[in-house]
């Protein structure tokens, strides 16, 4: 059973697999880094001195009682919120991703060869309806003569 796991897991496309989630992890903490360290700050900013992530609704107070400054100061105090301000990072994360994804498969869609449709190098006789040549003028099977196909 160790040869087939072993067999099952050195397969092409388990390695691919397995070194696409090692990247998309990595470019998931790189984006995740984009959007709270470098897109969100000079947004929040422009709305008003805005945190996204500070941004939440207390559904039950904590023990001690609030109003809470921020997420972090809610959630020590045992506070249960909705938390729709990390949800909002949450999506504009995806929509990276979603976004980067899509360049990538478009590029990847791009450098492959369109298929060359088939060239017609026969044609088919009025007569008896067999195969001939493209630019026969008589039928080898019936011989008949054939028009030569213009264009």
């Known amino acids: 059973m160790l040869k087939e796991f072993k067999k099952f897991a050195m397969r092409g496309n388990v390695v691919d ?7 998309g992890a990595a470019f998931g903490a790189i984006v995740g880094s984009f959007v709270n360290d470098v897109l969100m700050p000079p947004l ?7 945190d996204f992530s500070n941004l939440f609704i ?3 107070e904590g023990i001690a009682p609030g109003p809470y400054a921020s997420l ?6 045992g506070a249960v919120s909705i938390n729709y301000g990390v949800f909002i990072n949450v999506i504009i ?3 990276i991703v979603a ?3 899509f360049l990538l498969i478009r590029a990847i869609n791009r450098l492959k060869e369109p298929e060359a449709a088939p060239v017609a190098d026969t044609k088919t006789c009025p007569f008896c309806l067999s195969n001939v040549a493209l630019h026969a003028t008589r039928c080898p099977f ?5 028009e030569i196909e213009k264009g």
Request: glycine residues 8%.
């Open 17 to 23: 697999m397995a070194v696409g989630i090692i990247i």
């Open 142 to 146: 019936c011989t008949s003569e054939i």
């Open 99 to 101: 976004f980067a994804m």
């Open 72 to 77: 972090a100061e809610a959630q020590k105090a």
């Open 58 to 60: 207390i559904l039950k």
């Open 93 to 95: 994360r995806f929509i």
């Open 44 to 50: 929040g900013l422009l709305l008003g001195s805005v």
